[in-house]
């Protein structure tokens, strides 16, 4: 008896390490998030004169040679529609017996790929390469007001553990 086809399984999305030809697209998702997350919150941080797509190029670039970063993107039908990014950082506290830690510095699918779990896969070989690091925990830093990023955080296990605050001069 033939078993069922559901879908298409070569256009199933795929998570794989970041090659230099991403860069430039896996910048303009980078662009994509900040434009998102500037209308979602309205953050002042998030307002600039268009985005700095060669500065985050350029910090791209480093990552691939740096050790202590990786780069994931997720790719549907040979398009890249998301990307994770994570380094390994001191922990913010210098005398605490937690040295380094894993740090989530940017995550983002593009809205008409959600819901298909590409956030939870990026996240995983993120998560890998932490563990192969041998490092204790994973953080991230999320806006308040960012309610996409905290309910996806919160449904991949993450917690607030310390908040930050400012105050407008």
Known sequence: MEQ??????????????????????????????????????GDPYLEFEGFPLLEM???????????????FVAEARGEVVGMAIGHVVNCFLPFS???RVGQVTAAYVQSTHRGRRLMTELERHLVAFFR????????????????????????????????QMRKRL
Not at 58 to 71: F, H, I, T
Not at 132 to 155: D, F, K, M, Q
């Open 97 to 99: 017996r937690v040295r």
């Open 4 to 41: 069922p086809v559901f879908g298409d399984r070569a256009a199933a999305p795929e998570v794989r390490p970041m090659m230099r030809e991403d860069i430039p697209l896996v910048a303009r998702l980078f662009a994509e998030l900040i434009v998102e997350l500037r209308l979602e919150t």
């Open 132 to 163: 192969e690091e041998n490092l204790p925990y994973v953080e991230l830093h999320v806006l308040s007001a960012n309610e996409i990023g905290r309910a996806t955080w919160r449904a991949l296990g993450y917690s607030t553990f310390r908040e």
């Open 57 to 71: 190029e350029l910090s791209l670039e480093e990552d691939l040679r740096n050790p202590e970063a990786r780069v």
